[in-house]
């Protein structure tokens, strides 16, 4: 079975790679349509790409927690980050388009990084101070526009399965802005493609969707407790399923 897994995942990662720049291409035509990025991002996403990955993958995704969603009120969405496998899951299960802020490194991705920054994701430098403080000012002006927008605070894919530490810029955007945050626990992904490995495996993928934290009730914590508040509540929904 082992020696099976070589071929086979060849066969997945190029399908995969292929209607990943096809989705890509067609988002920027149908933002060129539509001038809508939060809705071209949520129908390239979850009906169009994600449901052949996941199809290729033998991957099923479940969400739980839905009705914490509201998709008339602009948020922060924080999830831990297992496996790249996250953004398929998401892109699978929620219901409203989600701007992603990412490494600047995938910007220069072919065809996925002119999408997403024609879409109109974020992408942070973190090895520059000053241009990460820039996206995150772009970051809150995109949320207070109406737009809800996804992090991964951890700022990297858990190689142990255990959520690092969190990283304090999102939660600086929350804390100036008054912006709500709604916390993502993400489970079986790292079962599906572990960091570091390009081996994809089936299973189920799940999406616990938290209860909505109000910044404005937490005006006692700082940007940095805020984060550490946050990481706490997704390990304990973690733990309590």
Not at 138 to 151: C, D, L, P, T
Not at 205 to 211: E, K, P
Not at 212 to 218: G, P
């Amino acid at each position: 079975m082992k020696y099976l897994l070589i071929p086979i995942n060849i066969v997945q990662i190029l399908i995969i790679v292929l209607w990943t720049a096809v989705c890509g291409i067609l988002g920027m035509l149908l933002m060129l349509i539509t001038r809508n990025g939060q809705w071209v991002h949520w129908f390239d996403g979850r009906i169009l790409w994600s449901p052949l990955v996941c199809a290729v993958s033998f991957v099923r995704v479940k969400i739980h927690g839905a009705e914490n969603i509201d998709p008339t009120k602009a948020r922060i969405y924080v999830a831990n980050h297992e496996s790249h496998y996250d953004i398929v899951a998401l892109s699978r299960v929620m219901p409203i388009g989600l701007f992603f802020i990412a490494k600047k490194e995938l910007s220069k991705v072919p065809v996925m990084g002119q999408y997403m920054r024609y879409i109109g994701h974020i992408f942070v430098d973190r090895g520059n101070k000053e241009a990460a403080k820039k996206s995150m000012i772009a970051a809150a002006e995109k949320i207070k526009s109406g737009r809800n927008v996804i992090s991964f605070p951890e700022g990297t894919r858990s190689k142990t399965g255990e959520i690092g530490i969190f990283k304090r810029g999102s939660f600086v955007i929350a804390k100036e802005g008054g912006i709500d945050i709604v916390p993502i626990a993400i489970k079986g992904s790292r079962e599906v493609l572990k960091s570091g490995t390009y081996s994809i495996f089936p299973g189920t993928i799940h999406v616990y969707i938290g209860d909505v934290i109000r910044v404005n009730e937490l005006a006692d914590l700082d940007s940095d407790q805020l984060a550490h508040y946050t990481r706490e509540k997704i390990i304990s929904i973690q733990k309590s399923v």
